[in-house]
């Protein structure tokens, strides 16, 4: 079977309910973010201008150890899909372990169970599972990534600027994100340079303005590393929330996976969801109305706002701007 496959997207451009898609799989073994715990501090998060000059090294044994975690916050998923790599009673044994280190970590968060105790896979003698991974915390790595291991498939997801600025601006007045801030490691990026952008400007723009920009500067810049890249799917997230059934078996058959009755079965619950969920971070939620959901969130001189800074840009052409 194929695999690797890494997934890479800024945070709130749906890599969450990508990687619930292909966890669905029961061929696959998903982690969910195992860079949030596995940190590696000789690959800079920008990796631009002056690189370490065994850079393909480092990430080649930065993927490795990602690969290789299976702390509780890299295996747990709100859903616990059965596999074949594993049998009935595993599953529920795995299941049942995941629950307990979870009780314990809820009582106990401060001893750091979830980053120190591992998950075991379970998985039957000589049967490899297809590894997905999926990262939010590294989508400037992703071109250093790429390139250094041709072997392994990536995703790179795209959404649209309004769903995240305004996805972005409400985890900010929830509490659930950080303000919006251009931080000096993208401005210096060249899409910000060719903008004539320095500190002093990013300060005194709105918070509108910065997470736009900020979309724009990341996306621009990783967009053009790997247009050329033959292991990188672009995937534009508003066209696979819109069409799921079409847009998947494109994407599916990329990666070199089937999509069984499971499969079927999941796309088939998202679909049949109502409305867009009432937790910030829930998959509970009909895929096409939250892509959609800016619209209504976003007041129209906010999507002026946000349309001309990403105007004539080469990813901001992929939605029409």
């Given at each position: 079977m194929a695999g690797p496959l890494m997934i890479f997207g800024s945070p709130r451009s749906g890599t969450t309910w990508v990687g619930s898609l292909f966890d669905s799989h029961p061929r696959t073994l998903y982690l969910h973010e195992p860079d949030v715990i596995e940190k590696e501090p000789r690959l800079p998060f920008v990796p631009y201008g002056e690189l370490p000059t065994d850079i393909d090294r480092i990430t080649r044994d930065y993927f490795e150890r990602l690969a290789h975690n299976r702390s509780l916050r890299s295996v747990h998923t709100p859903t616990l899909f059965p596999k074949t790599y594993r049998s009935g009673i595993a599953d529920q044994a795995r299941a049942a372990i995941v629950r307990v280190m979870r009780a314990v970590d809820a009582v106990l968060p401060a001893v750091g169970r979830s980053r120190s105790l591992q998950v075991p896979d379970f998985t039957a003698e000589g049967d490899a599972p297809f590894l997905v991974m999926k990262s939010v915390d590294s989508i400037p790595r992703l071109p250093v990534f790429a390139r250094a291991l041709p072997g392994v498939k990536f995703i790179y997801?795209?959404?649209h600027p309004c769903g995240v600025v305004s996805s972005k601006r409400r985890g900010a007045e929830l509490g659930k994100m950080g303000s919006a801030t251009l931080y000096?490691?993208?401005l210096a990026l060249p899409p910000a340079r060719a903008a004539?952008?320095?500190?002093a400007r990013a300060d005194a723009m709105t918070d509108i303005e910065k997470l736009a920009w900020d979309w724009l500067i990341t996306n621009e810049w990783v967009y053009?590393?790997?247009a050329a890249l033959p292991n990188v799917y672009t995937l534009v997230y508003d066209r696979l929330a819109a069409d799921l059934d079409t847009e998947s078996v494109l994407l599916f058959d990329w990666v070199g996976l089937d999509r069984p009755a499971q499969v079927q079965a999941y796309f088939?619950?998202?679909r049949g969801i109502d409305g867009t969920g009432d937790r910030y971070f829930s998959l509970n939620q009909n895929p096409a109305k939250s892509a959609s959901k800016w619209r209504q969130e976003l007041n129209a001189e906010a999507q002026e706002t946000v349309g001309s800074i990403v105007a004539?840009?080469?990813?901001?052409?992929?939605?029409?701007y």
């Open positions: 997801i795209v959404r000096s490691d993208v004539g952008l320095d500190k053009s590393e790997v088939d619950r998202l004539g840009s080469a990813v901001g052409k992929l939605f029409g």
